[in-house]
C-alpha cells in the first residue's frame, strides 16, 4: 500500500512552496499552485530558477488563496506581500536581477507566455545551461515534452514547466542520500507536488509507473514519462542546502537523467494527506 506522505504548493514559481494536508486538483494542476511568476526586466519573458538561481532563495506562501495573495520571506528573514507596491523592487534586490511578479494569465494571452532572449546565441552552450550539462554530457529526451514549450516559457494557462505534477516517492528520496552521502538531498532541492510514501522499496519505483493511471482520493492522475532534471537541482535553497553539483552528476551518470514522474490530471478531485494511492487495472 502507498499513501500521499506530503503534499507540496508553490505559490511563486522557483521560490521554495509549502506543505499543506489537502488539496484540490483540477485539469490544470493543484489548485493555487504557481499562480505567481517573475517576469525578466532585461531579456523579457517568464523567467524560473533554471536562469534566475536565487528565486529558490526565497520561500512563498498564501496568506489568502482566493485572492491570490501571498507572502514571500526573503533570505534574511524580512517578509514582503504581493499586494505591496515594492514587492517587485524587494525580491529584485534579494536575487540581484531586475524582475517583475506577475500573476497567472489565461491561455489565450500568448504572448504573456511566449519565451523571452536567450542567454547565448549558441543553442547547444544555452541549452547546456539550463540542463546544467557539461560538454561531455547528454542533454534529455526533448521529444517526451509538450511541442508548445519551445516556443512558450510554460505551457499557455499555466507557469509549470512542463506538466501540472512532479510525483516522488520516499523510496527515491532515500535512495539520493544514500547513493551521494556527501550532499544534502532535502526534498526542497526537487520540488515535488506529490510525495508518495513507497514503504520498502528500493531505488526509484516511480520510474516504471509511466503509462498508469492511479486512484488518490476522488481524483485520478496519469504518470506519463520521467522527469530530466537541469540546473535547478544543484542551486543554493538554504544555507543547509548549499549549490552542489554532485547532485546533478549523480541523476544524469546513474539514473538516465531523471528523478521522479511527470503526471497530469485526467479525473479532478481531492484528497488529503494519507490518503492510499492505487493503480487502476
Given at each position: 500500500?502507498?499513501?500521499?506522505?506530503?503534499?507540496?504548493?508553490?505559490?511563486?514559481?522557483?521560490?521554495?512552496?509549502?506543505?499543506?494536508?489537502?488539496?484540490?486538483?483540477?485539469?490544470?494542476?493543484?489548485?493555487?499552485?504557481?499562480?505567481?511568476?517573475?517576469?525578466?526586466?532585461?531579456?523579457?519573458?517568464?523567467?524560473?530558477?533554471?536562469k534566475i538561481?536565487?528565486?529558490?532563495?526565497?520561500?512563498?506562501?498564501?496568506?489568502?488563496?482566493?485572492?491570490?495573495?501571498?507572502?514571500?520571506?526573503?533570505?534574511?528573514?524580512?517578509?514582503?506581500?504581493?499586494?505591496?507596491?515594492?514587492?517587485?523592487?524587494?525580491?529584485?534586490?534579494?536575487?540581484?536581477?531586475?524582475?517583475?511578479?506577475?500573476?497567472?494569465?489565461?491561455?489565450?494571452?500568448?504572448?504573456?507566455?511566449?519565451?523571452?532572449?536567450?542567454?547565448?546565441?549558441?543553442?547547444?552552450?544555452?541549452?547546456?545551461?539550463?540542463?546544467?550539462?557539461?560538454?561531455?554530457?547528454?542533454?534529455?529526451?526533448?521529444?517526451?515534452?509538450?511541442?508548445?514549450?519551445?516556443?512558450?516559457?510554460?505551457?499557455?494557462?499555466?507557469?509549470?514547466?512542463?506538466?501540472?505534477?512532479m510525483v516522488?516517492?520516499?523510496?527515491?528520496?532515500?535512495?539520493?542520500?544514500?547513493?551521494?552521502?556527501?550532499?544534502?538531498?532535502?526534498?526542497?532541492?526537487?520540488?515535488?507536488?506529490?510525495?508518495?510514501?513507497?514503504?520498502?522499496?528500493?531505488?526509484?519505483?516511480?520510474?516504471?509507473?509511466?503509462?498508469?493511471?492511479?486512484?488518490?482520493?476522488?481524483a485520478q492522475?496519469?504518470?506519463?514519462?520521467?522527469?530530466?532534471?537541469?540546473?535547478?537541482?544543484?542551486?543554493?535553497?538554504?544555507?543547509?542546502?548549499?549549490?552542489?553539483?554532485?547532485?546533478?552528476?549523480?541523476?544524469?551518470?546513474?539514473?538516465?537523467?531523471?528523478?521522479?514522474?511527470?503526471?497530469?490530471?485526467?479525473?479532478?478531485?481531492?484528497?488529503?494527506?494519507?490518503?492510499?494511492?492505487?493503480?487502476?487495472?
Amino acid at each position: 500500500m502507498m499513501k500521499v506522505q506530503e503534499i507540496w504548493l508553490y505559490p511563486v514559481k522557483s521560490m521554495m512552496g509549502q506543505t499543506v494536508q489537502n488539496c484540490i486538483l483540477t485539469e490544470t494542476g493543484i489548485s493555487g499552485d504557481r499562480i505567481w511568476a517573475a517576469r525578466d526586466q532585461e531579456r523579457g519573458g517568464i523567467r524560473g530558477a533554471k536562469k534566475i538561481g536565487g528565486l529558490m532563495g526565497l520561500a512563498a506562501r498564501h496568506l489568502d488563496q482566493a485572492t491570490g495573495l501571498v507572502e514571500i520571506t526573503l533570505p534574511d528573514g524580512s517578509i514582503v506581500r504581493t499586494d505591496e507596491q515594492s514587492v517587485h523592487q524587494v525580491v529584485s534586490t534579494a536575487i540581484e536581477h531586475p524582475v517583475v511578479l506577475e500573476k497567472l494569465r489565461a491561455a489565450q494571452d500568448l504572448e504573456h507566455f511566449r519565451r523571452g532572449a536567450p542567454d547565448s546565441t549558441d543553442v547547444m552552450q544555452e541549452l547546456r545551461a539550463v540542463f546544467g550539462r557539461t560538454e561531455d554530457e547528454p542533454l534529455p529526451d526533448f521529444s517526451i515534452f509538450p511541442p508548445s514549450i519551445m516556443e512558450f516559457e510554460s505551457p499557455p494557462g499555466s507557469y509549470y514547466d512542463v506538466w501540472p505534477l512532479m510525483v516522488m516517492t520516499t523510496s527515491a528520496l532515500r535512495s539520493l542520500a544514500m547513493s551521494v552521502p556527501s550532499s544534502n538531498m532535502d526534498v526542497r532541492r526537487f520540488r515535488p507536488s506529490l510525495v508518495i510514501d513507497s514503504g520498502e522499496l528500493d531505488g526509484h519505483p516511480e520510474f516504471s509507473w509511466k503509462g498508469r493511471r492511479a486512484q488518490i482520493g476522488t481524483a485520478q492522475i496519469e504518470f506519463l514519462s520521467a522527469c530530466p532534471r537541469c540546473v535547478m537541482v544543484t542551486r543554493a535553497v538554504t544555507p543547509q542546502i548549499p549549490v552542489d553539483r554532485e547532485v546533478l552528476r549523480h541523476i544524469v551518470r546513474d539514473l538516465d537523467q531523471n528523478v521522479g514522474i511527470y503526471a497530469r490530471i485526467t479525473t479532478p478531485g481531492s484528497f488529503n494527506v494519507g490518503d492510499e494511492m492505487s493503480f487502476i487495472p
